[in-house]
């Protein structure tokens, strides 16, 4: 979206690279945005001309929250993660559904139901740290949380901890490294996201915006499975 009078870009938008890039592109193409360059050079991360920075998932809500991008899109696993950041949260996009899981390895004890019935305290891996720490408060369990940056399904074949929790689309790489899902914490998709002051400036450009997304927003495909 650009404007008319300058040909300038009327927003910037904070765009998330990884599982949800193709299908945020796929959007932006849908409601006007050129996104042929973003396409064209996987290494480039910021596109002056079309007004979109790429990133991480976990940094969009930062780049929003301080206005160096106006809206932005990312999963609703990383907002309720950080939870203090002051975004406005503006559509659900229904697409990049996924489950956030509480899983262990299978045939072994559900650590967590020995931890309660013991009074004891499990070992859980996880880059969700606060989602976590809630969850098992919220439950009445105790959790020593081992915060991972890199394959959390590698923390329990290993010994490091007793349990995982992560998010998950299919199931597939749990199975594969021999991990059972026990129980589900939340569920998450896309959402778009606007800096607040942006949000009264920009109202009507993010308006727009917004409702170009509704209009051309398909149904999310149902989440698949767990193990």
């Known amino acids: ?44 991360l910021l596109f002056d001309n079309v007004g979109i920075i790429t990133m991480r998932p976990s940094d969009v809500p930062t780049y929003v929250e301080a206005g160096a991008a106006d809206v932005g899109i990312t999963g609703k696993d990383v907002l309720t993660e950080q939870d203090e950041r002051q975004v406005v949260e503006l559509l659900d ?3 990049g559904p996924c489950r956030m899981i509480f899983a262990t390895v299978v045939g072994e004890p559900d650590p967590a ?9 499990m070992r859980v891996a996880t ?16 959790a020593e949380i081992v915060e991972v940056k890199g394959s959390v399904e590698l923390a329990p074949l290993t010994g490091l901890v007793e349990a995982i929790v992560d998010v998950t689309a299919t199931g597939n790489t749990l199975r594969e490294n021999g991990l ?3 129980e589900e914490i939340m569920t998450s998709t896309a959402r778009l996201i606007a800096n607040p002051v942006a949000h009264k400036l920009k109202s009507a450009a993010i308006d727009e915006l917004t409702r170009r997304m509704r209009a051309a927003n398909k ?3 149902p989440i698949a499975g767990g193990a």
């Open 93 to 95: 996009l229904g697409y």
């Open 1 to 44: 979206m650009s404007d008319t009078t300058n040909n300038a870009p009327a927003l910037t938008i904070a765009v998330p690279r990884g599982a949800l890039l193709t299908e945020t592109l796929d959007l932006l193409d849908d409601v006007g945005v050129d996104t042929a360059e973003v396409r064209g050079n996987g290494r480039k």
């Open 127 to 142: 880059k969700y740290s606060r989602i976590a720490a809630r969850y098992f408060e919220e439950t009445g369990r105790q």
């Open 180 to 182: 059972v899902i026990r």
């Open 113 to 121: 139901a020995e931890a309660l019935r013991r009074l004891g305290v």
């Open 219 to 221: 149904p999310s495909a």
